[in-house]
């Protein structure tokens, strides 16, 4: 896998994935020319969409329906450089009528504990947990 990131001035930079699709990145600390995601947000969104694309994969094969799908990630960093994540948690809400939490908690644990790369790499510097929520549709 190889990417591109090219500096666009300042404090910015474009990435462009082998997908051909591009991210601003940006420091989180200029925040006069914070004009995208910063690396460390960046990491975080990793862990989220990783899993949740595994977990999507994974519910589709068990014919499960949702109607709603979201992902929230804290991530607590050292306080010394070079300030890397200590601390990762995960919180995986649904949505929709009559879903089987046994098979949303299944696709979870597949996700976390086999199938996303970008957990089991930095599980390797940060304690990473999760837990998740279901709901009915009306709430």
């Given at each position: ?53 595994d977990?999507?994969s ?11 799908f ?55 510097v ?10 009915s549709?009306?709430?």
């Amino acid at each position: 896998m190889r990417i591109t990131v090219k500096h666009a001035g300042g404090m910015a930079f474009e990435g462009m994935g082998h997908s051909g699709e591009s991210v601003k990145i940006s420091s989180s600390t200029a925040v006069s020319e914070h004009l995208g995601a910063s690396p460390m947000e960046l990491v975080l969104m990793g862990v989220a969409g990783c899993s949740g694309i595994d977990i999507v994969s994974i519910l589709e094969k068990m014919r499960v329906n949702y109607e709603k799908f979201e992902i929230y990630v804290d991530g607590q960093r050292a306080e010394e450089h070079p300030k890397v994540f200590t601390d990762i948690q995960v919180v995986y809400q649904f949505w929709g009528n009559d879903l089987p939490e046994e098979k949303i908690s299944r696709a979870i644990e597949l996700s976390f504990n086999k199938y996303c790369s970008v957990i089991h790499t930095v599980n390797k510097v940060a304690q990473v947990s999760y837990k998740y929520e279901v709901h009915s549709q009306n709430s």
